[in-house]
């Protein structure tokens, strides 16, 4: 473990530059970055808890050590914000957005749309994911076999939109946003990013057009909803107290409105981030639990001493001990935001090391959620293991970041992940028909194809 003292008693000329993954002139390592994908932590961790290595025509810097992640994410992260990296990214999505923003502009949008994630406001949301994932539930057939990450994309993108919009999607305005979800994962592929690196600006790369199209249709959707909202303002809807109609109306302290292309952009965040996200987390823990009889039986017995024959209320949740271990311990094995990125300011010392201000920190949560000095039987799926008191680093395990920008929705993601887990399982067993999972690094980390049989209960 780096030890925090040695970077206040190092000066900038005096560290040394971090230990180096070499590769081939001018491509460094961008082949085995792109072809490897999160297999690639695997190529870094060997070398040490801060790795450097050259990319896509960039530094990269990899962090594996808990406490660093925490120096970059709260004690110092006025010194590391999202920088170029991630910038980019955001330029494909949102740029205006909560996500991608920065300094003031960023500090003005959280202060505004956190009040639609307090306690009380995640309690009113309890009854749409309980009914949302009911009817999936029931919709199936006994033995058959279902598209797993296809059908919790849908149930989370109904729970999102009746939570958080007051709305119901029918199936064109829901294409829209999955369509789009699809076109910007292709084009956030790893290996879409290296050919990007080499090629001209001005060559399409992969399949760019689909996905300028997408999002056009996605502009378009969230501009229509937006209209709606405003044109209702003052007549029966007005009491609504939805994200969307909040955004509609919303005004900061000195009394500005949020631009046109402010709203648009908050509204495509969430509809991305929290939808995609936790579909990516459920189909992990129901796959893991599938394969797993011994977690399953102890969720049985818990849902029958705390539920009996109903489904979740939120009242329940504090009590729903092995649901919300069963859900953390499949995003530790699978984060859905695998690595987040950060670029320092300027020059400056990380863990002994010297930084240059170019470089592009990867604080590699995959990594260190799967690091043996933290983690007993790293590899292995052991939800008890969040039912023990071992003391570990804080920043050992961080799927929805930390510091002042975690994951907004982080309250309303994991109370989602346990009212669906346990409503579904109140209903159906799975049983995998896919055996092997091999994820990908898109906007999430991606499983891919998830088949599974249900077992009505």
């Known amino acids: 473990m780096a030890n925090r003292s040695v970077d206040a008693g190092r000066s900038r000329t005096d560290a040394e530059a971090p230990p180096r993954r070499t590769?081939?002139?001018?491509?460094?390592?961008?082949?085995p970055f792109a072809r490897q994908g999160i297999d690639f932590t695997d190529e870094l961790r060997p070398h040490g808890d801060v790795v450097a290595y050259r990319a896509l025509g960039q530094e990269f810097v990899a962090v594996f050590d808990p406490d660093l992640v925490e120096t970059v994410l709260v004690s110092r992260n006025d010194e590391f914000p999202k920088g170029e990296f991630e910038t980019a990214f955001g330029e494909l999505v949102a740029p205006e957005g909560v996500v991608f923003t920065e300094g003031e502009r960023w500090r003005r949008q959280r202060q505004l749309l956190q009040s639609a994630f307090t306690p009380a406001e995640v309690q009113t949301y309890v009854d749409a994911m309980a009914d949302e994932a009911a009817a999936l539930a029931d919709g199936w057939n006994d033995g058959e076999v279902v598209e797993l990450r296809e059908a919790l994309s849908t149930f989370a993108l109904g729970v999102l939109t009746r939570a958080l919009f007051d709305l119901e999607f029918d199936d064109e305005r829901a294409a829209v946003v999955r369509e789009a979800t699809r076109a910007l994962a292709d084009v956030a592929d790893p290996s879409a990013y290296a050919v990007r690196s080499v090629v001209p600006s001005w060559l399409p790369v992969g399949d760019e057009r689909r996905y300028e199209r997408a999002m056009d249709d996605l502009s378009a959707l969230v501009e229509r909803l937006v209209e709606e909202r405003r044109s209702d303002a003052g007549g029966d809807d007005a009491e609504r107290d939805d994200l969307l109609s909040m955004l509609a109306a919303a005004e900061y302290p000195n009394g500005e409105r949020m631009t046109p292309e402010e709203v648009r952009d908050q509204l495509v965040t969430f509809l991305f981030a929290g939808h995609e996200t936790t579909a990516t987390a459920l189909t992990y823990a129901c796959w893991l639990l599938a394969g797993h009889p011994d977690a399953?039986?102890?969720?049985?017995?818990?849902l029958d001493a705390e539920l009996g024959g109903r489904d979740p209320a939120f009242g329940d949740i504090p009590a729903?001990?092995?649901?919300?271990?069963?859900?953390?311990?499949?995003m530790r094995l699978?984060?859905?935001?695998?690595?987040?990125?950060?670029?320092?300011?300027?020059?400056?010392?990380?863990?002994?090391?010297?930084?240059?201000?170019?470089?592009?920190?990867?604080?590699?949560?995959?990594?260190?959620?799967?690091?043996?000095?933290?983690?007993?039987?790293?590899?292995?799926?052991?939800?008890?293991?969040?039912?023990?008191?071992?003391?570990?680093?804080?920043?050992?395990?961080?799927?929805?970041?930390?510091?002042?920008r975690h994951c907004l929705g982080m309250r309303f993601a994991m109370t989602e992940l346990q009212i669906a887990l346990a409503t579904l399982a109140r209903r159906v067993e799975f049983e995998r028909v896919t055996e092997s999972l091999d994820p990908t690094m898109g906007v999430t980390l991606d499983p891919g194809a998830v088949e599974v049989r249900v077992k009505k209960r």
């Open 334 to 404: 699978y984060p859905p935001a695998p690595i987040l990125y950060r670029e320092p300011r300027e020059e400056t010392v990380l863990g002994g090391y010297r930084l240059p201000a170019d470089a592009t920190l990867q604080l590699s949560a995959y990594g260190i959620h799967r690091d043996e000095r933290w983690w007993s039987e790293p590899a292995s799926f052991r939800p008890e293991r969040w039912l023990d008191d071992r003391e570990r680093p804080e920043y050992a395990y961080f799927p929805f970041g930390g510091g002042p």
């Open 320 to 330: 729903l001990d092995e649901t919300e271990a069963i859900a953390r311990e499949a």
């Open 23 to 31: 590769g081939l002139p001018v491509l460094g390592s961008t082949i």
């Open 296 to 302: 399953r039986r102890r969720l049985d017995a818990e």
